[in-house]
């Protein structure tokens, strides 16, 4: 390929649009959140368990980030979210809890994500 394809190829449009970062984000929640509604075995409770809680340490660290845009309420109220999205996990494992509150926290974040990118 020469300098001029590559360039064109470069400037062309692109053949999907740009995903927000919103959508992204709910993408994520909506798939682990599918994960943890249909999982009815042990081993398939600990596979959405491990999903879940790797997306909510992603979004833990980024949270507690300084370089992080969010406003510092909102970010502390996420961290508080993931420990308690941890701790309730290990409930779960235990079979002490059900995974009822993990989907309902979940749930909760995704009608944020949905409305906030409604308001774009």
Known sequence: MNAFQLARTAYSPVAAPTRSAQSTEYDAFAM?????RSASTPGEI?????DNRNLWTLLAA????PQNQLPRSLRAQIFYLSEFTNLHSGKVLTGTSSVDALID??????AGLRQ???AL
Do not use: C, F, P
């Open 32 to 36: 682990v959140t599918r994960g943890l």
């Open 46 to 50: 600990a596979k959405a368990i491990y």
């Open 62 to 65: 980024d949270v507690a980030d």
């Open 105 to 110: 926290v979940n749930s909760a974040i995704m």
């Open 116 to 118: 906030q990118s409604e």
